[in-house]
């Protein structure tokens, strides 16, 4: 690609195209990808970067990885896409299969849906569905800790941090949710008993509304990146067994490994009623998200007045996406993915520990394949992000945090080399804050 064709697109990027948490037109000028291949980035004008990003932390085994091309190549030479509706397919099939197999015992129904957010839509429909079949239609309100990140649509939004959130534009306009502090930070941090008694004490004040707990478990994800001690996943386990309520997991960040567990729930040895899945599905080849749920679920629903959950996107089920995504289940299973993601860790423990001294930064944490570095004020955006570049490495900050959560396929020098761009990201960031 010519100069003059890069600027070209560019411009029209500029003018025409809306990108996600940007202005239109546009103020900043992208970065023009040609081409991936592993875990590098080939822009448009020559340079490579090593996504430490996954792209959004779905890109798990890398790009055009030969398993996963070859299942889409395969599966385009039978059928892309057929509705869902009165019609089924294998790939759907053996993919439902393999996700009742890989997560906890008692989810056994899936529910495909597009995307990450849709999935928390579904699961929330699921849950106020549950009641109006069980004739408490007062059970409407779903309950959730602060500093969660669920989605961009409705529902999902009223359960995102109401304050320090990015959707506090919506409040007034959105469902109102029941909220409880933050959990207390730390995966190894003690068990906070009077953290607990405020969640029983606010349960019990609001259980006759309240359809569902909804929680990312142990991470949550763009609310902050944070992390809890799996024990606060039996404690909301054991309330909503006595309090009547159902407990959702949102492990669309979470799921397929990413902390060091295949789901975040495996940690706390508990399961949810609903799960929602996304992201890592599909190994980051196409969009597609799953919701589960127990028997007791699906039944109380199918029971009920309108027996059937009124939910149906016309890309459910994709066999594109289904067979490209049970390719990319069973490739991570075929590896020793424990292993990588307890290497990256490591790689991640070390690069990142000089950090913990430097002037501007509040905390360093890595758990799995997670590594955070959060300053304390907000991130200089573009001196951050040309910072990594000129090291080869692409990372997307946002709010005060620089973090990366790259493909587990990364090699130990290129893990280096993320953890030397995150330092002369947070470096560069806090020179341009003129700290």
């Given at each position: 690609m010519?100069?003059?064709?890069t600027a070209?697109?560019?411009?029209?990027?500029?003018?025409?195209?809306?990108?996600?948490?940007?202005?239109m037109?546009?103020?900043?000028?992208?970065?023009?990808?040609?081409?991936?291949?592993?875990?590098?980035?080939?822009?448009?004008?020559?340079?490579?970067?090593?996504?430490g990003?996954?792209?959004?932390?779905a890109?798990?085994?890398?790009?055009?990885?030969?398993?996963?091309?070859?299942?889409?190549?395969?599966?385009?030479?039978?059928?892309?896409?057929?509705?869902?509706?009165?019609?089924?397919?294998?790939?759907?099939?053996?993919?439902?299969?393999?996700?009742?197999e890989?997560?906890?015992?008692?989810?056994?129904?899936?529910?495909?849906?597009?995307?990450?957010?849709?999935a928390?839509?579904?699961?929330?429909?699921?849950?106020?569905?549950?009641?109006?079949?069980a004739?408490r239609?007062?059970?409407?309100?779903?309950?959730?800790?602060?500093?969660?990140?669920?989605?961009?649509?409705?529902?999902?939004?009223?359960?995102?941090?109401?304050?320090?959130?990015?959707?506090?534009?919506?409040?007034?306009?959105?469902?109102?949710?029941?909220?409880v502090?933050?959990p207390p930070?730390?995966?190894d941090?003690?068990?906070?008993?009077a953290?607990?008694?405020?969640w029983?004490?606010?349960?019990?004040?609001?259980?006759?509304?309240?359809?569902?707990?909804i929680?990312?478990?142990?991470?949550?994800?763009?609310?902050?990146?944070?992390?809890?001690?799996?024990?606060?996943?039996?404690?909301?386990?054991?309330?909503?067994?006595?309090?009547?309520?159902?407990?959702?997991?949102?492990?669309?960040a979470?799921?397929?490994?990413?902390?060091?567990?295949?789901f975040?729930?495996?940690?706390a040895?508990?399961h949810?009623?609903?799960?929602?899945?996304?992201?890592?599905?599909?190994?980051?080849?196409?969009?597609?998200a799953?919701?589960?749920?127990?028997?007791?679920?699906?039944?109380?629903?199918?029971?009920?007045?309108?027996?059937?959950?009124a939910h149906?996107?016309?890309f459910?089920?994709?066999?594109?996406?289904?067979?490209?995504?049970?390719?990319?289940?069973?490739l991570?299973?075929?590896?020793?993915?424990?292993?990588?993601?307890?290497?990256?860790e490591?790689g991640?423990?070390?690069?990142?520990?000089p950090l913990?001294g430097?002037?501007?930064?509040?905390?360093?944490?890595?758990?799995?394949?997670?590594?955070?570095?959060?300053?304390?004020?907000?991130?200089?955006?573009?001196?951050?992000?040309?910072?990594a570049?000129?090291?080869?490495?692409?990372?997307?900050?946002?709010?005060?945090?620089?973090?990366?959560?790259?493909?587990?396929?990364?090699?130990?020098?290129?893990?280096?080399?993320?953890?030397?761009?995150?330092?002369?990201?947070a470096?560069?960031?806090?020179?341009?804050?003129?700290?």
């Amino acid at each position: 690609m010519t100069p003059e064709e890069t600027a070209a697109l560019l411009s029209a990027d500029a003018a025409q195209v809306w990108h996600p948490y940007a202005p239109m037109p546009g103020r900043a000028s992208p970065l023009l990808v040609e081409s991936a291949s592993g875990v590098r980035l080939k822009l448009a004008d020559g340079r490579e970067l090593i996504d430490g990003m996954s792209s959004w932390w779905a890109a798990i085994h890398g790009y055009r990885h030969p398993v996963l091309d070859a299942a889409a190549h395969s599966q385009l030479g039978s059928v892309s896409h057929v509705m869902f509706g009165g019609l089924t397919h294998e790939p759907a099939i053996r993919l439902a299969q393999r996700l009742i197999e890989i997560t906890p015992d008692p989810l056994q129904h899936v529910f495909f849906s597009d995307s990450g957010s849709v999935a928390v839509e579904v699961a929330a429909k699921m849950a106020l569905q549950y009641w109006v079949s069980a004739g408490r239609p007062e059970k409407h309100r779903l309950m959730t800790w602060r500093g969660g990140y669920h989605g961009d649509t409705l529902h999902p939004m009223s359960v995102c941090d109401p304050e320090g959130g990015m959707h506090s534009l919506w409040r007034g306009r959105l469902p109102e949710q029941v909220f409880v502090a933050a959990p207390p930070a730390g995966f190894d941090a003690p068990v906070d008993e009077a953290y607990c008694r405020v969640w029983e004490a606010a349960l019990s004040r609001n259980s006759g509304q309240v359809a569902a707990i909804i929680v990312e478990p142990v991470v949550q994800g763009a609310g902050g990146m944070s992390f809890s001690n799996p024990a606060y996943l039996q404690r909301l386990r054991e309330l909503a067994d006595q309090y009547s309520v159902l407990l959702i997991f949102d492990e669309i960040a979470t799921g397929f490994g990413r902390t060091g567990a295949m789901f975040a729930a495996n940690h706390a040895r508990v399961h949810p009623d609903i799960m929602c899945l996304g992201k890592a599905m599909t190994g980051g080849y196409l969009s597609m998200a799953a919701t589960l749920c127990t028997s007791a679920v699906a039944e109380r629903i199918s029971s009920g007045a309108v027996p059937v959950l009124a939910h149906g996107p016309t890309f459910m089920g994709n066999p594109l996406a289904s067979a490209i995504s049970l390719a990319s289940i069973d490739l991570l299973l075929s590896r020793p993915w424990a292993e990588e993601v307890a290497r990256i860790e490591r790689g991640l423990v070390r690069g990142l520990a000089p950090l913990a001294g430097l002037r501007g930064v509040r905390d360093v944490r890595v758990l799995g394949a997670i590594g955070v570095v959060q300053l304390d004020s907000e991130v200089e955006l573009t001196a951050a992000t040309a910072a990594a570049v000129r090291e080869g490495v692409w990372l997307r900050p946002f709010r005060d945090l620089i973090y990366t959560m790259p493909p587990y396929i990364i090699s130990d020098a290129e893990l280096a080399r993320v953890s030397v761009a995150l330092h002369a990201a947070a470096a560069a960031s806090i020179q341009a804050s003129g700290r």
